[in-house]
């Protein structure tokens, strides 16, 4: 198993009403895990493979940046603006530690991360 590179609270936006659940999450590998608290013995997981990275503009909500992967999209808000980059850099770090396809040629990923 691989160790954990980044790990705690982040804010999740739920698919029904878009309303924010705390939760609290766990970069491993290319795999990212979250469960509504630490200690939890059940956590969701969402792959990171061939996943892009934006940051996005919701209201009430300083902070938030979009996963998406040809399965799923989930959008998080970090507490600072300092928190929101290094969530980044982990999630950037992750991808690029195999950045090669099977045939040997580098995969392309986007992390987009403005300041405003």
Not at 79 to 92: I, K, N, P
Request: aromatic share 12%; proline share 2%; hydrophobic share 35%.
């Amino acid at each position: 198993m691989f160790p954990v590179v980044k790990e705690g609270y982040l804010m999740k936006q739920t698919r029904s009403f878009q309303r924010w659940q705390r939760r609290y999450f766990r970069l491993r590998g290319r795999t990212l895990y979250y469960a509504k608290e630490k200690e939890s013995q059940l956590w969701d997981e969402f792959e990171l493979e061939d996943a892009t990275f934006a940051e996005c503009s919701i209201n009430n909500a300083n902070h938030s940046f979009q996963v998406i992967t040809a399965r799923r999209s989930v959008v998080l808000c970090a507490e600072s603006r300092g928190d929101m980059e290094a969530w980044a850099g982990a999630l950037r770090g992750a991808l690029h530690r195999e950045s090669t396809d099977s045939t040997g040629n580098p995969k392309r990923y986007l992390f987009v991360i403005s300041r405003h």
